[in-house]
C-alpha cells in the first residue's frame, strides 16, 4: 500500500526557514514525479514545486528563489527547502506522488509563518 508521510512543519516568523520531508512507502520511489502543494484556509490547494524521476524540478513563481525541492531515492524521500518565509506562505503543505494517472497524497503538515 502507497503511503506517504510528511514531516517538518511548524510555527516559524516571517523571515525563517523550514525544510519539510515526505517520506514514501510502497512504491517504486525512483519511477514516481513527486511534488509538494499547499492549501491556505478557503482557498485550493495550489502547486508549490515539482521534481521528476530524472530529477528535473519546477518551482512556482511565487517561491522561486526562496523554495528548493529535491529527492534522495536512496532514502525514498522527497524533501522542501524554504527560505525567506513570509506569512502568505502559510497553509497546509501536501506530498504528492505520481504515475500516470495514479495520483497519492500525503496527510499534510501544517506551516504557520507569523511573528
Known amino acids: 500500500q502507497v503511503k506517504l508521510v510528511e514531516s517538518g512543519g511548524g510555527l516559524v516568523q516571517p523571515g525563517g526557514s523550514l525544510r519539510l520531508s515526505c517520506a514514501a512507502s510502497g512504491i517504486f520511489f525512483n519511477i514516481y514525479a513527486m511534488a509538494w502543494y499547499r492549501q491556505a484556509p478557503g482557498k485550493p490547494r495550489d502547486l508549490v514545486a515539482s521534481i521528476t524521476s530524472g530529477g528535473i524540478t519546477n518551482h512556482v513563481d511565487s517561491v522561486k528563489g526562496r523554495f528548493t525541492i529535491s529527492r534522495d531515492n536512496a532514502k525514498n524521500t522527497v524533501y522542501l527547502q524554504m527560505n525567506s518565509l513570509k506569512p502568505e506562505d502559510t497553509a497546509v503543505y501536501y506530498c504528492?506522488?505520481?504515475?500516470?494517472?495514479?495520483?497519492?497524497w500525503g496527510q499534510g503538515t501544517q506551516v504557520t509563518v507569523s511573528s
Open positions: 504528492n506522488a505520481q504515475l500516470g494517472a495514479t495520483s497519492t
